[in-house]
Structures are given as structure tokens and as C-alpha cells.
């Protein structure tokens, strides 16, 4: 049993860990291309990131009602290309703010974080 | 922020967001699939495919509704829903455990209204915890609550460090004769410091000023809120001129509704001077004093200071001071008294009977408990945790709790004015007493314990035997039949505790009403008269006031005697003066005596009974040689077996060599002048009219305030004060009466504490009697129905139904007999708090521990019988077919 358990928390630090780009990786699509559905916003991410980010497409979910919780989106019932009934997100003006804060801190810990480890190469 | 509000509000909201998740992720799937199909897969395995990318569209969903709602607190309410669903089908559990709840909280709840109204709510005085009132400690009479002499407290004001303020008030009954009818009302001199000790500022206007204390100065008064309003309207009134015995006072203040110093009664206050005569009178007990302790200092400290004034003082002046010390007593005891410690054993005994209550639902809820066990393990079996099931067990007893207690505070509120009608007119609060936003959070705490105490051993029980599951039902059983047994030996314990104190108080107020108080209180009613010093001075005028008035008043239609004292029985007023037997040694130190300043008649109208020689007559005036009559207690402590009758003892409270000496005329029987449960004191009588042979004003001030008694010859007496009023006015058109009362209602109010307790004893004992009871017969029909196949087996072999009937008698009867056992010792160890209550009964009275615990086996072999019976009637055939 306890490798099981092992292999259990393991996989939460790791969407722990997930979480918070995947919200940066949400808002920065909707900021792009605009309102979009949650099978949209999965297929972007995909398309963009390749090969590199595996996305479990079932986390986008939660991860749109979050954001739609704080503000930063907002969303309502669409039609889809091929005429299906489908729920369209977009940002706010809020989700707006904070993509460009988010951005930004991204930017800066990452390069810090490129500095450290190109130093002690 | 925003998140935690938005989830909060979705708790227990499934909506059409949840129907727009299925489309939304059937969409997904669709389009997923479709774009697996583009890529050449066939479309079951597209579809497949599709979910494995999303991640299950089930787990999804689950992620989706933990995000959207707040976990812990959708779990509570589901398990509220659940809880509500069970407790709703098995009505007859909900029913007798919310009613056994309430019952117990309301009782709780009245309870900690009257308790906070009288121990808690802080006096309305600033820092009302720095407030002392003194006393003079007559130490060789062991009577700690003396009047103060105005010498000893200014010595002790002049003299102490720790204390911050002091002041003496000396209570006064005069007549306010101005802006309406004559009224009696209740003037507090009050001398220099009353502001800074009380620390009150008047509503309107200004306290005294100094210069206003000195003798001599313009004469000014506050007056209190509720005579503003009534005499005056509430209208402007600063610079408005009372009359007080015809005096003109400036009214110079309104002191607020809640200021009450040091009674409730007090109507006005005015100045009193202190003049060089008062710093050397050290022997006229008259004054109340208040002091206010020094910031940082505790009243301990300044106990110990003025003690050791006092014994300064004795030193000093050994003539005046030699038996006397102080008695220091925090303000808030002094002024509820004996209330306290009835409040404390009632509180502690509601506690009781609320451990009793929590313990018999607790027992329910087990045997219900493992009637589930069967659910139990279904849910643990589809993988709910077992701190999950104890925390739905937990909710729905805080759901039973939370039900008993809503009622209960419902009951107590209905049942206010009842605890309004019940409380005495003595009886000093000064906050209502009343359900408010601190007894509500009171009983809501309660409820919370109350839930946890009888939920937590049945919910971990439940949850331990639904792990060892189905398979050793009956083991489990066993141990839920022994944690039964325990719970009905708490509450048989706890009911004999509860019993024993009602027996105790019970046998205590039997005693006392049994006494005689020494006097006939039916048919007799008291009023107070206070004659203005302006109009009855030093002539015979107040002689001639009583003369003409007792004339009229024994010639009434229904008055069989008519006569008058300073101080009443049970009013709570004495006075005591030294005395002399002439020709026996002088005692040291002297003995002394309550002395009584009557009318003739007085004894008669009391019904006091003449043991020997005569009662007062007409003819007893201040020409006539001085009398006086002794009671039983004087007789035997002065006299001891010989003929008191011809004897001289000296009169108005003179020692050798300054004595007057009068002769005992007669010998009445003893008065329980402090209520039935004090022995009598030695008491000396002294004529009214007779009394101007001793000098000093204090006697001739109190002839000026009698207590008139009459006795009807039939019927309510209250019906004769009409009559006498319209008499008094006859004779002094502008003279009140105040303070009419019955003797009957003075003795009842006497006995009020004793009552009211053994009353409240008996409705706990008796109802943790009942919820024991319920408790043993609960235990042993679960026991029965627990070892049905057992019992089944054994009278199949051929045992006797009665052996059978036996077994569960004696099985159910241990529980009981280890609580009467332990409760037993409970109440001797409890004795000693309830010894306070008790009169003439030890608080470890054999007789009535005994006759309890008796009683309480009794009670048990009766709850018990039921299903024994049951029990030897099994049907061997039909129970042994069930499985």
C-alpha cells in the first residue's frame, strides 16, 4: 500500500505546482485570441506548447471556475463553429490587471531563476 | 477573498452550472473524439482516447464541484440533511431527547438569568470592585454587623492609607411635606467623601459641595430619579425647595434611575455635618460607612490596615472601644447576602440535572447507535473514513442538542414573568431579570457541550463497532450494553445527590416552619410613622400623638389590639444596650440585651404570651415609677432559676455607676426577632412615655419613628388600613404612614430562601429521578432484547422463567446499585456546599442518605421490573427461529 500513497502525493505537489501557471496559461489565451471554450482553450495550449506540457485537459475546469470565481473571467453560453451549444470564457477587465502583474513577476522569478542557475553551472 | 465568499455561497446550491458541466464536458469529449478520428482512429477508440486526454470525465467533474463549493462545509450540510432525514424517522428518539434537552435548558437558562442579574451584572457604582462597606464588630457579643459611632469613623477615615474615600451615611424616615400629600420617605445623610466614593455624577445638576458639610451651612438635597418623576414630573427642578419635617431643603441634583445608595428605597440624600460632639461620641451606633479602596489595592489589604486601626482604637479609648473591632465586607456581599449561596448550590444543581439529561440521551443514542451498525458499515464500505462517521454521528446530536436547547430557551422565555412573580420584594438586582444577549450565548454554549458530552461516547463507540462490522454484532452489543450500565450509574449517582440535597433542604424547611416565632403573625399589620422633630420636640407633644392615636385605634371596628415598636420582628432592625442587674456583681465584659421602646399594647397585639407579672398599661407614663419586661432569655441568662418578677435592672442601657434602675414588672416569651431559624436574643422592653429618663436624643429619635402593629379580630388585617390611616390624620392631618406589611408576608419572606430552595431541590431531584429511571428501564429492555437468544436457550433448557427474570433484574440492578453507592458518596462529599442551607439537619444526615438511596433503589427495581418480566416471557420457539 504505501507506494500507492507515495505516488499520490507526489502527483498533488505536482498540480500543486501546475496550478498556478496553468491559470497564467488560461488568461494569457483568452487575452490572445479572445473569448474561447474550455476544449479551445486546451487545444491552444496544446498546439503552442507542443510536445513540451502535458496538460490532463480535465484540470482546465476547475482551473476556469477559480478564475471565474476571483473576477478575472467571465463566461456565458456561446455557439460553437459547428453549431454546438458551448460555454465561451473571456477576461476581464480585472483578469486584465492581473494577467499583466502575473506576467510580469513570471518574467522577473524567472530570470532570476536563469541567473542563479546559469552562476553555479 | 472573493473566491471563498463565492464558494461559501454556493454550498448546498446544485444548479444549472452543474447540468452546463455535463454539456460542457460532453463537448469537449465530442470534439476531442472527432479530432482523434481526423487522426485516422476508429471511433470507439477515439472516443476512449478522448476521455484518457481529458482525465476521466467523472474525476473532472468531482475536481470541478470541490472547486466550486467549500468541502467542509457542503459535507456539514449534508450531513444536517441526513441527520434531519434520520432523526425525523425515528420520531419517538427525537421527541424524548429534544424534550429531555429542553426541559433541562430552560431550566438552566431561567436559572443563569437570575444568577447573572445577581452575581455577575457589575453594581451600578464606578469600579464598584474598590467598594467596602464597614461595619463595627461587637466582638463579646459575636455580632460582626453593627451600626458605626460617628467617632470611630472618623477615626478610621482620618487614620487609614489604603483607603481612597469614605463616607457615612446615617438613614433617615421623614416626611416630605411639600409639592403634594404628606409622604414618609427614606433620607440618606450622607457626610464629606460621598462623591468620591460612590463615584456617580446626578443626572441634572451637581453633587454637594464641601462647604455645604459644614454644620451650619444652607441646607441642600439630590433627590432620587424615581421621586423626580413621580412628585415632580421630571420638570425642571434644580433650585426647587423640598420640605423635610417642615425644614426648606434646595434641591440641587437628580442622581440617575440605577443609583441606589445604599437601598433601592433611598429617596433623598442631604449633607450631614460632623461636629466636634460626633468626633467624640464613640458609643451612638447610627451610621452606615462606605469606603472606596485605593486604585491597585485589593480590599484584603485594606481589611488588614483597618483592623489594625480598630485595635489601635481599642487601646485609646478603652472606655468606649475596649469590645469593639471592624468588619470590612466587599460591597456586592454585602448587599446580596445570603442570595449567593442559594444561587451557587441551585446553579450547581441545574448542572447536575443537565449531566443527567446529556448522560440518558447519550444512552439512547448508543443503543441507536448500534441498531445502525448495519448502515454504518455499509458507509464505511463505500469508503467513508471513520473520522467521517463520527463527525455525522457528532452533527446530528449537535442537531438534537441544538433543537432541545431553541426550546428550552423558548420555555424560559415564556416563563419569565413566572421568575418575576417568584422573586421576593426584597430580593435586590440591579439589572432585570431577564433573557438577553448573554443568556442566549449562555445556553447556546451549553447546547454546544451538551451536544458534544452525550455525542462523542456513542458517536466513536458506533464507529469502533461498525469496523469489527456485522461479524461480532453481539460483542460489540456487549459493549454497548456496558457503556450503558455506566452511564445509568452516573445518572442514578448524580439523581441521589440531587435527592439527598432535596431531602436535606426539604427536612430543613420543615424544621424551620415548624418553629414557633414567639408571636401570632396571622391577623396582624405593621406600618411606619415618622414624627417631624420640628413639631415633636421636647415637650409631651409625641406622648399626646400616640396617646390620642392608640385611643382611636383600639377603638376601631375589627381591631382586637392596637400598640407600637421601634424595631419589628423581622424587619431586620435591632438595637442593643448594656444592662445591670441591681445588687449582683457588674459583669466584664457587661451583658447586654436587645432592648424594644413599645406602647402598650404592642405585646398584646403580637400575641406575645405573658409568662409572668404584667404587660405595659396606660398607666406605666413618665411620672410613674420606671418598668420594665424581660423575655424568657433574659429571665434564664440573668436570673437563671429565680423570680426575676420585683427585681431592678437598669433602664435605658446605664452601667454602675451611671445608672437608672427600673423593676421587672413582667416576663414574656422569646420572639425569633431574626427570622425562625436564629435563636431569640435576651430582650428588655421599655414603655415609650418612660423613656425621656435617660438623656441623649438617640431613644426619643426612634419614639418618633414606631412601627404601629394592630391585629384584626378577623380577616385579612389589610383591610383595616384605611381605618388607621384616616385615625393618623384625625390626629396629625399632615402625617403619612409608610411600609404597610403583615407580619404573615415578613415571615414568609423570611422564609423565602429556604422555600424557594427546597422547592427547586425537589423539581431537580425529582426530574433527575425520572431521567435515571428512564435511564435503568432504557439499559435493561436493551439488555433483554440483546441477550433475547441467550435467555431463549436458557429456559429452553428447562430454567425457571422467575430464575430468568432473575438474572436480568440482577444484571440491570448492578448499574444502579453502583451509582446509589457512588452517589452516596458524592453527596456526603457535596455536604458541606448545601450546609449553608441546612438548619437543624447534619449535611451528612444518616437517616435521610439512607431513606434516599432506599427510595432510589426502590425507584430502580420498579424501572427494572418491566423488562425482567418481559424478559422470563420470552417464547424459547419463536426466538430462537428469528435468525
Redesign the interface.
Known sequence: MWYMLNTDMSATEKTDILRGTLDLLVMKTLDVLGPL???GI?QRIQQVSGAMLSL????L??AL??LE???WIQSR?GT?DNN????FYALTAAGRRQLRQETEDWVRVSGVINRILKATE | MREWFMRVLSVGRRGARDADLDEELRFHVDELTRQFERQGLAHDRASAAAVRELGGVDHTKQAWRDQRTWLPLEELLQDMRYGVRLLRRSKGLTVAATLMLAATVAATTALFTVVDAVLLAPLPYAHAEQLAVLFEDYLTQHAPNVSVTPGNFLEWRSRARTIAAMTAIDQRQQNLTSDGDPLQVNVGAVTRGFAATVGTQPVTGRLFTDPEFEPGSERVALISHALWTTRYGGGAIEGRTLRLDEVPYTIVGVMPASFMFPTPQQEIWVPLPMTAADRENRTGHTLMAVARVRDHLTIDAARRELQGIAELLRREFPASNREWGITVTPARDAMIGQTTSVLTVMMGAVALLLVVACANVAGLLLTHGVGRSRELAVRTALGASRLRIVRQLLTESLLLSGAGASMGVAGAWLAQPLLDALRPQGFLTWKPVAIDVRALVFSAATALACGVLFGTAPAIAASRANIAATASERASGRRTSRLRQALVALEVALAVVLVAGAALVGRTLRHITAIDPGFQPESVVAMTVSLPPTRYGADRSVDQFYRALFERLRALPGVRAAGAVQALPLSGNTSVRPYHVQGTPPADPPAVAHYRIVIPGYVEAMAIPLRAGRTFTDGDTAAAPLVVMINETLRRQAWGQANPIGSRISFGGGLPPNVTYAEVVGVVGDVRHFGPAVPPPAEMYWPAEQIDAIPGETLRRMRRNLTLVASAQSGDPLALVGSIRDAVRSVDASQPIANVRTLTSLLSASLWLSRAAAWLLSVFGGAALVLASLGIFGAASYAVAQRRRELAVRLALGAEPRAVARLVLAGALTGALAGIAAGIALAAALGRSVSSLLVGVAPSDPATLVGVSAAVAVVAAIATWVPARRAARIDPMQALRID
Open positions: 471554450h474550455g476544449y486546451a490532463n485537459q480535465g484540470t475546469y476547475p471556475l477559480r470565481q476571483r473576477g453560453i460553437s454546438r451549444r458551448a460555454r
